[in-house]
């Protein structure tokens, strides 16, 4: 249990632990006191504590970054309707496009990417839609978190990319709010982790030479109006993708150091 409250249990996995903290405080202010529970696991899943929350708060709300199908929604309320039915809300993907994005923020059809030779990759990690294409550098980073914080460690990811690219004079930022990372209103990094069991997996994208073209045919994770940059478009250069690698591995290591 990460925090207690009597009015109702919210359970988080993953990354949405860091989002039911935000639900609790916000219910906070209109006098609800809520139980946040960190399930770090489906299997196993801790039963006991499960039920225990249930009688005492009386209604449960779980949350997941996944399909709420055959996840973690599905898990609890198998054993709360086995042991202890209580009113229940599973909140998470819905059965539709993919797990993870919003088919309104595909600006044309799957049928018109086919035609291009585009393909629609189905994922299970945080964000919204976004494109991978030549030019990038992508890097997952996979650690066992033993400091369960993951809001730190994509914060960390941006630090990381951020401190890479301004040894190539690109002054890149965080936006509040925002996740990835930015130069002057422009995405140059995008950012999705997943999580299983604690080890990461997924990672960033950073637009080194891409053709930017691409990702007018979305809203750049699920961003209305945002716009996409790379570090050629800024520096007015080639960069050596394997420099920029480098450094970015350099960068990485340096930042995500004491998370495992």
Known sequence: MVQDGSDVTLV?????????????????????TARVVD???VKPLDEDLLVRCAVETGCVVTAEEHSVIGGLGDAVGEVLLRRHPVPMERIG???SFGRSGDQANLLVSEEVL????????????????????PGQLVGYPIVRLERPDLHRFVRCIESALIDALGAFGVPSRRIEGQTGVWVEGKKIASIGVG?????TYHGFALNV???LT?????????????????????????IPME????RVAESCARHLRGFS
Request: aromatic residues 4%.
């Open 12 to 32: 988080g996995i993953g990354l949405m632990l860091h989002q039911a903290l935000e639900a609790a405080d916000l219910l906070k202010r209109d006098t609800i």
């Open 39 to 41: 399930l770090a696991t």
């Open 93 to 95: 993907v819905r059965d």
């Open 114 to 133: 086919t035609r291009e030779g585009i393909p629609v990759e189905l994922t299970s990690r945080g964000g919204d839609v976004t494109y991978h294409g």
């Open 195 to 199: 999580v299983r069991r604690w080890v």
């Open 209 to 211: 030479a891409t053709d």
């Open 214 to 238: 691409y990702f007018q045919r979305i809203h750049l994770c699920g961003l209305k109006g945002r716009e996409a940059t790379s570090m050629i478009e800024i520096t007015g250069r080639d």
């Open 243 to 246: 420099e920029v690698r480098d």
